[in-house]
């Protein structure tokens, strides 16, 4: 066991002089490429905190051996477990298409739980306030993780991803348990604990039914007086997907939801997904194309003046969180815009000349 100490120890060593020798090109480097000087920071103070722990309990920590080895052996096998349990919450989480990020981090801090308390039946008795304590715990520190120290590794699943969490969740539970928090104590820290883990999630709650349900009876007479150019959504729950779910086939018939048809008509689909690539456009967002929308413009008696065209382009934000790679849609933008005079037995075309170069035709 001494051994295993020793060893450990070392590679504490290593870790620390290795993350302080690369910290410049990380946080400068680093910070370039990925787009995050929080993550080129974050990442290599993680892993020096992390060698300064394992260089402690090898080598500095006051207590005696035994006690030592064991707490040495109970963050590796709890730390184990843990890993075992993200990377089957994780598995589930993509099987079941979640992308959210508060449902993503619920879920597998779910799991964690329920395997955690699987591995502790045989010890101790089921208690609901210890239960919901620990889940408080795992979710925000899977939620932590996700948002501050390890965002761009995060959003896609990986072995690596999960040890690196499952053992910090074994190495945080293992400092909380030296500060013996009291039973009665539990209930205010879990409060305080879920209200970190709701307001660091905020644009979440926004899935919430009754959100959904406001989001669905727009104010139709605005939209209409205001004669707008281009339509805008119509719902304030914001659309995250996976880069998977943006194409025509699946992303149309959602972004026409969005299309207030009391206003606009829509006269042709969703043709196109992409990642950008035209002037203008940024080369990480998606961008999908050729939605051909009209509506009238009336004059203040009611009566027709013509009919507007347009194209719209509905773009979607790169946003790296936990477990999945998200994009948020950002709203739509418009071009192509077009008066069209429809006069009786008159026959006449809308032309769209898409960024691919197809002609889109809409008969009037």
Known sequence: MGLLRFISGILGILLIIGAFSSFIPLLFLGGIVT?????????????????????????????????SNYQLISIVKWGAIHTIAILLGSYVVNRLMVVDTLLV????????????????????????????????????????????????????????????????????????????????????????????????????????????????????????????????AISSFQLAKTDEYLNPTLIGPELNNLIDTSVWRIEGNIRSCYLGKYRGQYPDWFYCDDLIVSRWETTDSGTIRYRWYTAVTAEWQPKAKPFAKQYLFNGFSCENGKKVSVDKEATAYYVHVSRDGTEIKIEY
């Open 35 to 67: 787009g995050s000087v929080a993550f080129a920071f974050g990442f290599p103070i993680f892993l020096m905190v992390l060698g300064a722990v394992m260089v402690y309990f090898s080598f500095y920590y006051a207590g005696s051996r035994d006690k």
């Open 105 to 232: 981090t619920l879920f597998i801090a779910t799991i964690v739980s329920l395997v955690t308390q699987v591995v502790r039946s045989h010890e101790s008795r089921f208690n609901t306030r210890w239960f919901v304590f620990y889940f408080l715990i795992y979710a925000n520190i899977i939620w932590a993780m996700g948002a501050f120290i390890i965002p761009e590794i995060a959003s896609q699943p990986s072995v690596f991803t999960s040890i690196v969490i499952g053992f910090t969740i074994a190495g945080v539970v293992a400092i909380l348990q030296k500060f013996n928090v009291r039973y009665h104590s539990t209930q205010w820290v879990s409060i305080i604990l879920l209200i970190l883990l709701l307001v660091g999630n905020l644009e979440s709650l926004q899935i919430s039914p009754i959100q959904q349900l406001v989001g669905q009876f727009p104010n139709t007479s605005e939209l209409s007086k205001t004669k707008l150019e281009c339509p805008t």
